[in-house]
């Protein structure tokens, strides 16, 4: 990404830091109503796992200028995500919610610009995990083969 990007994607973030409860309790909500088979996906309490999520986005955020050490994170990432029954067109999803969620917690502060740079941010991130989860799903198969 690039450093403007990073800058803007950073900022606004930092909007969404003090309501960030809030934030993933509606992100949620977007993504059940878009998707409502994937409620049966989730087995933990969701306040605990709105804060998880928020907190890994908020790691995203800050290790935008270190791709190598986000990269590490995101496969590890995806590829327990695999382990949840999470696949490849669920992504498409929570990248929708995420955006649903931005504009309304930032109203007009999500200007155009504002929002690509969030839709770079989760192209990588999403790319960094199903890669992970295919390249685990590939050695499974291949593991199998010898089985
Ligand atoms: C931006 C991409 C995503 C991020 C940053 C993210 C973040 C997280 C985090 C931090 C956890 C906590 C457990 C762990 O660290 O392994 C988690 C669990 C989980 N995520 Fe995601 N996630 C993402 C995408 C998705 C997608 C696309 C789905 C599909 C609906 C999904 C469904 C789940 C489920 C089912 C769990 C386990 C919940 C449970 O234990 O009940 N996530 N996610």
């Not at 799903?137 to 291949?142: E, G, I, N, R």
Request: glycine share 6%; net charge neutral.
């Amino acid at each position: 990404m690039h450093a403007y990007d990073i800058d803007l994607v950073r900022r606004s973030f930092a909007k969404l830091e003090p309501i960030a409860p809030q934030a993933a309790a509606l992100f949620y909500d977007n993504l059940f109503t878009a998707d409502p088979a994937l409620r049966n996906l989730f087995r933990g309490d969701m306040r605990e796992q709105g804060a998880k999520l928020m907190q890994m986005i908020g790691a995203a955020v800050s290790l935008l200028d270190q791709p190598e050490l986000l990269s590490s994170a995101l496969r590890k990432l995806g590829a327990r995500h695999a382990g949840y029954g999470v696949a490849e067109p669920h992504y498409a999803s929570v990248g929708g919610a995420l955006l649903r969620t931005l504009q309304a917690g930032l109203g007009e502060s999500f200007t155009v610009e504002v929002r690509n740079a969030w839709v770079a941010l989760y192209d990588f991130v999403s790319r960094s995990m199903i890669d992970a989860a295919r390249a685990e799903a590939t050695s499974a198969a291949s593991a199998l083969r010898y089985v």
